[in-house]
């Protein structure tokens, strides 16, 4: 991801294909999105250490270990799979390869 993309993230967008990968990174925020996104907040192994859903307009707190964000439309019409201890890989999309 290029550091004009990283930094437009979901700006102005009216939503959202899939998720948006945000590497690195270790929190989101919300001006200027214009819905509520789900977050998953994975580190370095790829294991999900929280997740949170985010209303536009709020300043998300940055998540000790997080080395990326996953974000995607809270309405996305399939159920955010992912939450904590998820280990993922990322392909076409996120692929759930176990819980610990």
Not at 19 to 46: C, W
Not at 61 to 68: Q, S, V
């Amino acid at each position: 991801m290029s550091i004009r993309s990283r930094s437009r993230g979901l700006l102005g967008r009216r939503g959202v294909d899939g998720v948006l990968p945000l590497s690195p990174a270790s929190a989101v925020h919300t001006p200027g999105v214009r819905f509520p996104i789900d977050v998953a907040h994975p580190d370095r192994k790829p294991k999900v250490l929280a997740t949170a859903t985010t209303r536009p307009w709020i300043l998300g707190r940055p998540r000790l270990r997080a080395r990326r964000v996953l974000a995607r439309r809270r309405d996305a019409g399939r159920l955010w799979e992912l939450g904590p201890g998820s280990v993922f890989c990322l392909a076409e999309g996120p692929h759930i390869r176990g819980q610990t």
